[in-house]
């Protein structure tokens, strides 16, 4: 499956921003979708995930309560809203597909990956 991110820019602090992953190639619904981000000298981050059966969502420490992630199978699209931004958000995101499993921490469990896109939040 191929996934394209699409939606970062700059924002100030306390802003929101929604993400976009668009997914082709391969029947999207067999796919659990994660959003991953990486700043700067750091190592890759789980943000949220939702199962291929849209039925579970995990998030990270960082992001619960402020994103929220979701999904649009006929659209073969997923999402990432974030909200109440931080400068500490500031990172490429990243989305990632693993088929038909659960929703996994961890980044090498993820077989496919979009390029990224910038978020900045400025303070």
């Known amino acids: 499956v191929q996934l394209v991110e699409s939606g970062g820019g700059l924002v100030q602090a306390g802003g929101s921003l929604r993400l976009s992953c668009q997914a082709s190639?391969?029947?999207?619904?067999?796919?659990?979708m994660a959003w991953f981000r990486q700043a700067s000298g750091k190592e890759r981050e789980f943000v949220a995930g939702?199962?291929?059966?849209?039925?579970?969502?995990d998030y990270g420490d960082s992001s619960e309560g402020r994103f929220t992630i979701s999904r649009d199978n006929a659209k073969s699209m997923a999402y990432l809203q974030m909200t109440s931004l931080k400068p500490e958000d500031t990172a490429v995101y990243y989305c990632?597909?693993?088929?038909?499993?659960?929703?996994?921490?961890?980044?090498?469990?993820?077989?496919?990956w979009g390029q990224g896109t910038q978020v900045t939040v400025s303070s």
């Open positions: 990632a597909a693993r088929w038909r499993s659960y929703v996994d921490f961890g980044a090498t469990q993820y077989a496919y």
């Open positions: 190639g391969r029947t999207f619904s067999d796919f659990t």
């Open positions: 939702i199962s291929w059966r849209g039925s579970s969502t």
